[in-house]
Nanobody, 122 residues
Framework: QVQLVESGGGLVQAGGSLRLSCAASRRTSSRYVMGWFRQAPGKAREFVAA????????SYADSVKGRFTISRDNAKNTVYLQMNSLKPEDTADYYC???????????????WGQGTQVTVSS
């Protein structure tokens, strides 16, 4: 069983920055692919970014490319999402998740955190 806890969400003005963190339980294998997803009210959960277990490969949704950066510190069992130049359309609940493959589909991810809310005001 893997437990994931997100933090770092909040209210920020458009153009601002936030850094989300996702702390995994000590039993988590660092060989998991870690992903970030988001879900806005009334919308489906969508892929944001993913990072390989070694951190050498990353993938981003087109909507966040160039603004968001995913990283991980396996020694701390933590993955981060640095979000810059935030836009009102980035407003959503953000979730981290684990996968055994480098995937963008939510169904490929096994364990999920509870989510952290991000609100970007215009």
């Amino acid at each position: 069983q893997v437990q994931l806890v997100e933090s770092g969400g909040g209210l920020v003005q458009a153009g601002g920055s936030l850094r989300l963190s996702c702390a995994a339980s000590r039993r988590t294998s660092s060989r998991y692919v870690m992903g970030w997803f988001r879900q806005a009210p009334g919308k489906a959960r969508e892929f944001v970014a993913a990072i390989s277990w070694g951190g050498t490969s990353t993938s981003y949704a087109d909507s966040v490319k160039g603004r968001f950066t995913i990283s991980r510190d396996n020694a701390k069992n933590t993955v981060y999402l640095q979000m810059n130049s935030l836009k009102p359309e980035d407003t959503a609940d953000y979730y981290c998740a684990t996968s055994n493959s480098f995937a963008v589909e939510p169904g490929s991810y096994s364990y999920w955190g509870q989510g952290t809310q991000v609100t970007v005001s215009s």
